[in-house]
C-alpha cells in the first residue's frame, strides 16, 4: 500500500509541470540560442571582411591587427566557422616587390625584368596573379633559367592563407541559451520516461 501511494506522489509530482509548458519554453530559448548564434556569426562575418578591406589598402600593420581581432573573435565564439582566407593584394604586392628588387641588377639580356613588366603591365589594370603569373611566364621564356631561379623566389601563397577554428561551445549568450535548451529537452525526455516507468511498476503493484 505504501509502495502505491509512493508511486501515485511521485507521478503526480511529475504531472504539476506539462509538456507542453515545457515545450513552450523549449521554443523560447530554441530562438533565442538561434538569435545569438546568428550573431555570433555575422560578428564572424564583419570582422573577416575587415580583414579583406585591410588587405585591399595593404597596411602591414593593419592587416595584423585585423587578422588578430578576427582570431581572438573565432576561437571565443561558437558558430564562428570562417574556411580560409587568403590574402591575395599582399600576396601579389610582396611578389611585385621581389620582382623590382630582382630587376635592380645587371642581366646578360639586358633588364629582363624590366620588359617582361612592360609586356605584361598594359594587359592588366592592376596587380594581380593573372598578372605574375605572366611576367613568370615572360622570364622563363626570355631569361636565363639558372639566374630567375637563383634571384625571382616568390613567397610561399600557404604563409598568406588563415583559417581559424571556433569552439564547439563557448560561455556566451548563444552558449548559455543553448545549454538551456538542452536541458530542457532532457527534462521532456527524463518527465516522460518517468510517467512511463512509474505507471508501469504501478499497473504490476495492482496486479
Avoid at 595584423?64 to 582570431?71: A, E, M
Avoid at 633588364?111 to 594581380?128: E, G, L
Avoid at 561551445?169 to 548559455?176: K, R, T
Amino acid at each position: 500500500m505504501t509502495d502505491r501511494q509512493s508511486i501515485k506522489r511521485g507521478i503526480r509530482r511529475l504531472q504539476y509541470v506539462k509538456t507542453w509548458q515545457l515545450v513552450v519554453l523549449l521554443v523560447l530559448f530554441g530562438f533565442l540560442a538561434a538569435t545569438f548564434l546568428r550573431l555570433n556569426n555575422i560578428g564572424m562575418v564583419q570582422r573577416r571582411d575587415a580583414v579583406l578591406e585591410a588587405d585591399r589598402h595593404g597596411d602591414p600593420e593593419q592587416i595584423k591587427s585585423r587578422l588578430f581581432d578576427l582570431q581572438r573573435y573565432v576561437t571565443s565564439h561558437m558558430n564562428t566557422n570562417m574556411g580560409t582566407i587568403y590574402l591575395e593584394n599582399q600576396y601579389n604586392r610582396d611578389s611585385q616587390q621581389i620582382i623590382n628588387n630582382a630587376g635592380g641588377g645587371s642581366n646578360p639580356n639586358g633588364n629582363i625584368y624590366k620588359k617582361a613588366q612592360d609586356v605584361c603591365a598594359p594587359r592588366f589594370t592592376s596587380y594581380s596573379q593573372a598578372y605574375l603569373q605572366c611576367t613568370i611566364d615572360y622570364l622563363e621564356r626570355y631569361g636565363p633559367a639558372d639566374e630567375i631561379k637563383s634571384t625571382v623566389k616568390l613567397p610561399k601563397a600557404s604563409a598568406y592563407s588563415h583559417s581559424f577554428v571556433s569552439p564547439i561551445w563557448s560561455p556566451d549568450f548563444a552558449g548559455w541559451t543553448v545549454l538551456i535548451c538542452l536541458f530542457i529537452v532532457f527534462m521532456i525526455v527524463a518527465r516522460f520516461i518517468g510517467l512511463v516507468v512509474l505507471k508501469l511498476i504501478l499497473k504490476i503493484h495492482n496486479r
